[in-house]
């Protein structure tokens, strides 16, 4: 059973950094994209980050050049490195992968809350 456990979420000031964690109970080599997603109160979940198979990434715009997604093969973990934190950043930050060629299955992980505040 794939499982994705996130890790790294708190509460940082205006400005700060976090490191995100989520590590999968399978070879992350199993899926074809990992990424990171977010959701605010009120708002709809939505794209932060992804990493390919082949190391591609793609960020959503409110975040580039201030979120790098990495990810660690030997230790099936993908990270979201966040700089420069503001108060629209927070929000509860999910990981993400899918696997499959003709049917694509997500997985999701429970989440981690992020708080950006003075």
């Known amino acids: 059973q794939v499982q994705l456990v996130e890790s790294g979420g708190g509460l940082v000031q205006p400005g700060g950094s976090l490191r995100l964690s989520c590590a999968a109970s399978v070879s992350i080599f199993s899926f074809n994209v990992m990424g990171w997603y977010r959701q605010a109160p009120g708002k709809q979940r939505e794209l932060v980050a992804t990493?390919?198979?082949?190391?591609?990434?793609k960020y959503a715009d409110s975040v580039k050049g201030l979120c790098t997604i990495s990810r660690d093969n030997a230790k099936n973990t993908v990270y979201l490195q966040m700089n420069s934190l503001k108060p629209e950043d927070t929000a509860v930050y999910y990981c993400?992968?899918?696997?499959?060629?003709?049917?694509?299955?997500?997985?999701w992980g429970q989440g981690t809350q992020v708080t950006v505040s003075s």
């Open positions: 990493i390919s198979h082949s190391v591609f990434t």
């Open positions: 993400n992968a899918d696997a499959g060629l003709v049917i694509v299955t997500d997985y």
